[in-house]
T-cell receptor, first 116, second 111 residues
Framework: AQSVTQPDIHITVSEGASLELRCNYSYGATPYLFWYVQSPGQGLQLLLKYFSGDTLVQGIKGFEAEFKRSQSSFNLRKPSVHWSDAAEYFCAVGRPINTNAGKSTFGDGTTLTVKP | ETGVTQSPTHLIKTRGQQVTLRCSSQSGHNTVSWYQQALGQGPQFIFQYYREEENGRGNFPPRFSGLQFPNYSSELNVNALELDDSALYLC??????????FGEGSRLTVL
């Protein structure tokens, strides 16, 4: 069965500091990996995705993530955090094949607080 | 390109009642899935519809059911509501590439 673990429930960083959010997954095949962001009271927005190829992927809002198969990890990073990045971040794993497109397994999220 | 829209945004029901939540998919997306997000947790997969057929289901009882219509809009129905059904219900549409496009959700409170 597929699963996602986000070890950090809550992270606080100062504005302008770097950020790394951890994600570990368990999946029986080559995974499709995603990071989503959720602002309070809103739905989730896709930040970036990894399907294959270059293991360092770039996303929106200056985020990037690195896929490490040997560590079953897909950590999210940003070099310099802005106050508007404060939100909840979810890592997800799936293997969309034809009609299986919508099925993803999510971690429980990491809440990011940004200090001025 | 229109986004995913859900209605209603908030609703309150009592235990034992039934509820219908609606979702209009993003243009060009043929797959819709529903997720339940309890407070402090990540979204949990309920089920998915492709070409009006349910083609995947998570660990949810049969009182959770759905429909997808020819225009790819969708409904989630929950019968015999329980207190633990209180959650944010998220609809997401997708193409075969798998990234999900979420609506802003319907917040259900069961009293």
């Amino acid at each position: 069965a597929q699963s996602v673990t986000q070890p950090d429930i809550h992270i606080t960083v100062s504005e302008g500091a770097s950020l790394e959010l951890r994600c570990n997954y368990s999946y029986g095949a080559t995974p499709y990996l995603f990071w989503y962001v959720q602002s309070p009271g809103q739905g989730l927005q896709l930040l970036l995705k990894y399907f294959s190829g270059d293991t360092l992927v770039q996303g929106i809002k200056g985020f990037e993530a690195e896929f490490k198969r040997s560590q079953s990890s897909f950590n999210l990073r940003k070099p310099s955090v802005h106050w508007s990045d404060a939100a909840e971040y979810f890592c997800a794993v799936g293997r969309p094949i034809n009609t299986n497109a919508g099925k993803s397994t999510f971690g429980d999220g990491t809440t990011l607080t940004v200090k001025p | 390109e229109t986004g995913v829209t859900q209605s209603p945004t908030h609703l309150i029901k009592t235990r034992g009642q039934q509820v219908t939540l609606r979702c209009s998919s993003q243009s060009g997306h043929n797959t819709v899935s529903w997720y339940q997000q309890a407070l402090g947790q990540g979204p949990q997969f309920i089920f998915q519809y492709y070409r009006e057929e349910e083609n995947g289901r998570g660990n949810f009882p049969p009182r959770f059911s759905g429909l997808q219509f020819p225009n790819y809009s969708s409904e989630l129905n929950v019968n015999a509501l329980e207190l633990d059904d209180s959650a944010l219900y998220l609809c997401a549409s997708s193409r075969s590439t798998g990234e999900l496009f979420f609506g802003e959700g319907s917040r259900l409170t069961v009293l």
